[in-house]
């Protein structure tokens, strides 16, 4: 095991929102697991092949958060990375969460605000303990999950985005399931030339014609700043999958180069791409 987070803080402050964030990006997370069993799963996890865990750590059971301290000072000394984040919210924020779902506050108290408030107190040393606070007040759901990724495993941002790049023709439709579309029918169109009609975007004779028109760089100069500032707010919105189509007339000249030329900057940014040229073999 390569990693090992701890995840804290108070109840309604978001554990249970950045353990799925760090689940969907291929972590193993355990949630609300008793305190006596997290050493021995340490243990096991280690000697095993967990490469990546996480401990989401609630309200202690027995409300023995001496337990909880010495839990964390325990991992804390693991020969392993080991990384503690502490959630919190303020208390009008909480008392809101927990109205709004409803729930009932895991500390046993006389209202919802004393019962706020004692966690805080009982916590305080375990907030002490933590790398690193995330004050969630402010945060939505899919910021608070951008944000526990940023600080866990920052390549995992950029991974949890799978990105489509498709050329299709306009003749035959634009894909249903596009998010940004793309036009490149203003550039020259190979298929008016004899030699490459019969070719298509994938051949180096088509793309070298492509590229050498006087308008593709001006076009890709503009294209790619737009789409390299989108991508990194897509992903902070919380979005898993991404389609960009790029479309001519019938999808087997213009828009495959420049979607082979976009994919490429996609990935050289750091996100996983697939390519699909959809109408590549019509012929009509």
Not at 221 to 231: I, K, M, N, S
Request: charged letters at 25%; a negative charge.
């Amino acid at each position: 095991m390569s990693q090992l987070v701890v995840v804290a803080g108070m109840s309604g402050a978001g554990r249970s929102t950045a353990g799925a964030a760090l689940e969907d990006a291929g972590w193993f997370v355990i949630d609300n697991l008793p305190l006596s069993l997290i050493s021995k799963v340490v243990e096991l996890g280690t000697q095993g092949s967990i490469d990546k865990l996480a401990l989401i750590l609630g309200y202690p059971s027995n409300s023995d958060f001496g337990q909880l301290v010495d839990l964390i000072d325990e991992l804390k000394a693991a020969p392993i990375h080991v990384q503690t984040i502490f959630l919190e919210a303020r208390d009008e924020v909480l008392i809101s969460r927990f109205e709004g779902t409803k729930r009932r506050h895991p500390v046993t108290a006389e209202g919802l605000a004393p019962a706020i408030a004692l966690e805080r107190t009982s916590l305080a040393r375990v907030r002490e303990l933590a790398d690193v606070i995330v004050e969630t007040s402010n945060l939505s759901v899919h910021e608070l999950r951008a944000r526990t990724l940023e600080l866990v495993d920052p390549k995992a941002l950029h991974q949890r985005l799978q990105v489509q790049v498709t050329s299709f023709g306009y003749k035959h439709g634009i894909p249903l399931d596009a998010d940004l579309v793309f036009d490149a029918r203003f550039l020259p169109n190979p298929y008016w030339y004899s030699q490459l009609r019969a070719k298509t975007g994938l051949d180096d004779e088509v793309r070298e014609f492509v590229l050498a028109q006087p308008d593709t760089t001006p076009f890709l100069e503009r294209l790619w700043p737009l789409v390299e500032f989108l991508l990194p707010k897509f992903v902070t919105e919380g979005k898993s999958y991404l389609n960009v189509a790029v479309g001519c007339t019938g999808g087997r000249h213009r828009s495959v180069v420049v979607a082979e030329v976009l994919a490429r900057r996609i990935t050289q940014a750091g996100f996983p791409v697939k390519v699909s040229h959809r109408d590549l073999e019509r012929t009509e």
